[in-house]
């Protein structure tokens, strides 16, 4: 592998600009040809991962390949006109699944219960609350009834032949109840010790939903996942306002011996796991907080190191972790909204951290604020952000920058070395 690898329309570059003939990446699809040379960087020493992510994918016909998204509202897909199949990961999954075999719908959550824009493929009906950093998949988010034992309900599409459900127990909690297609309910007692309850099902293969219901008592439930036998599925663990620095926040409600394995980005990879790939979407959020420039670099490496020990813990492969992927978004206008200030980080400071974290930890760095030109109106001119000819989102990607976003990444995804 060459060191410092990046590519760019279909040609592979060293970091100073030289091509590097003989290597390709397979079944490409470019976005308005808006690449250049820098936005795929490897480690200095080359992405060994490559290997280990060609090994894993090539096992897919024989065992379930899962590849782990964390990421913030663009890792959830918004503002595509289908949150959950047209947002990148939603391209990803459709792109990988093609390629190595349908592995099932993959873990989804609340998130897509919020309506208008492109969401609403999750549905409730009566009220629920989110809560945070409480273990468990999906950046640690957890729904809870607003109301204990209100009654309320949540469906999930899922697809595959098995289906899980991911809850929370506590012995202050009720009981919950899953149905399958509007069947039977069936009861799930929340109240044991604290801890991450994952409950599983067969179905016949295809589309179904799932319906949780808060019945008695308080409790929580996470989310759910389809999932076959053999394929890749693609557990996407985003939520809307999620930090880099949450990665490392302790749950609440468990305590493990391992503070390593207490931390929102353990408990993403583990419950859904053992992972083969991890990818993050993540940072801007973080540069939205008013801290100290010292808290705010430590905090976000913190989340960056927890990151990578849950990876390596979590790993299908016990002896080499899994590969990490670093996206550092377009930020668009985001990192001036407010003006700077001396307790304002910027996106310099972030994706410096960001593109350092992923060359100490091995990781492959793609950088989409590149690829915008480091600029909102670059994009705002191609109709990539939301509501393109708008004016556009300040963040928030159109169909079309999703699919900027899934291209960039599966460069990496398909890249055999």
Do not use: C
């Amino acid at each position: 592998m060459a060191e410092g690898l990046v590519h760019s329309e279909g040609k592979v570059y060293a970091e100073d600009g030289r091509p590097i003939p003989n290597l390709t990446f397979p079944g490409d699809v470019q976005v308005q040809g808006l690449f250049d040379p820098g936005i795929v960087q490897g480690p200095p020493g080359g992405w060994n991962g490559a290997s280990t992510w060609v090994t894993a994918r090539a096992a897919a016909s024989g065992r379930l390949v899962r590849v782990a998204i964390l990421g913030d509202s663009i890792g959830g897909g918004q503002f595509a006109t289908n949150w959950l199949t047209l947002g990148f990961p939603g391209l990803i999954k459709t792109r990988l699944q093609a390629a190595f075999g349908d592995g099932g719908s993959g873990f989804v959550n609340h998130m897509y219960n919020q309506g208008g824009s492109g969401g609403g493929q999750v549905t409730t009906v009566g009220a629920w609350t989110n809560m945070d950093t409480e273990g468990g998949p999906g950046a640690g988010r957890s729904f809870k009834p607003t109301v204990p034992g209100n009654g309320a309900t949540i469906t999930y599409p899922v697809n595959g032949t098995a289906w899980d459900i991911w809850f929370k127990t506590d012995p202050t909690f009720g009981t919950f109840h899953w149905q399958l297609d509007g069947g039977s309910f069936n009861a799930v007692n929340l109240n044991p010790a604290a801890s991450i309850l994952k409950v599983s099902g067969a179905m016949s293969a295809g589309a179904h939903t799932l319906t949780v219901r808060a019945t008695t008592g308080d409790g929580r439930v996470f989310g759910v996942a389809g999932r076959n036998a053999t394929g890749i599925q693609v557990n996407n663990h985003s939520y809307s306002g999620v930090f880099m620095s949450q990665m490392a926040t302790d749950t609440t409600g468990t305590a493990p011996a391992d503070p390593y394995q207490d931390t929102v980005a353990y408990y993403s990879l583990q419950a859904a796991g053992p992972v083969d790939m991890v990818i993050v979407v993540l940072g801007i959020n973080d540069i939205l907080l008013d801290t100290a420039v010292a808290t705010f670099v430590e905090d976000f490496y913190n989340g960056m190191a927890a990151i990578r020990t849950a990876t390596e813990l979590n790993s299908f492969n016990s002896e080499v972790p899994a590969p990490i992927i670093i996206v550092a978004q377009h930020v668009g206008k985001s990192d001036i909204v407010s003006g700077f200030s001396a307790f304002e980080r910027d996106w310099v400071q972030a994706h410096s951290m960001m593109r350092a974290g992923a060359h100490a930890m091995g990781a492959l760095f793609i950088d989409m604020w590149a690829h915008g030109q480091r600029s909102w109106q670059y994009w705002e001119n191609r109709g990539l952000w939301f509501n393109p000819g708008g004016p556009g989102d300040d963040v928030h990607p159109s169909n079309l920058g999703h699919a900027a976003y899934a291209d960039q990444i599966m460069r990496a995804l398909l890249y055999t070395p």
